[in-house]
């Protein structure tokens, strides 16, 4: 069985920065694409980033391009999301995901999740 832990969350002034883990358990981890999804009060579930299995490809959605980085370090089977410049708008659940798939940004192929993590960025 996949496990998923993420962490890091917290509040944080808009401007600010945050680094999220996700550590991941149950199996090998260089296998699979991860990604990064975030869920805000009355919305939908939406993509943030994904990485390839070795981390060579990297996808983000429009509104974090620039701001956002994800990485992986496959020896420690840990997943990271490196949040610059937060807004606001960022406010959210954060969760990790992983994926059958080396790189994609649709939720629904994604079939292991963590139980999320908050962050909150005040303005």
């Known amino acids: 069985q996949v496990q998923l832990v993420e962490s890091g969350g917290g509040l944080v002034q808009a401007g600010g920065s945050l680094r999220l883990s996700c550590a991941a358990s149950g199996r090998t981890f260089s296998s699979y694409g991860m990604g990064w999804f975030r869920q805000a009060p009355g919305k939908e579930r939406e993509f943030v980033a994904a990485?390839?299995?070795?981390?060579?490809?990297?996808q983000y959605a429009d509104s974090v391009k620039g701001r956002f980085t994800v990485s992986r370090d496959n020896t420690k089977n840990t997943l990271y999301l490196q949040m610059n410049s937060l807004k606001p708008d960022d406010t959210a659940v954060y969760y990790c995901a992983q994926s059958l798939y080396p790189l994609t940004e649709k939720r629904n192929e994604y079939n292991y999740w963590g139980q999320g993590t908050q962050v909150t960025v005040s303005s």
């Open positions: 990485i390839s299995p070795i981390g060579s490809m990297t």
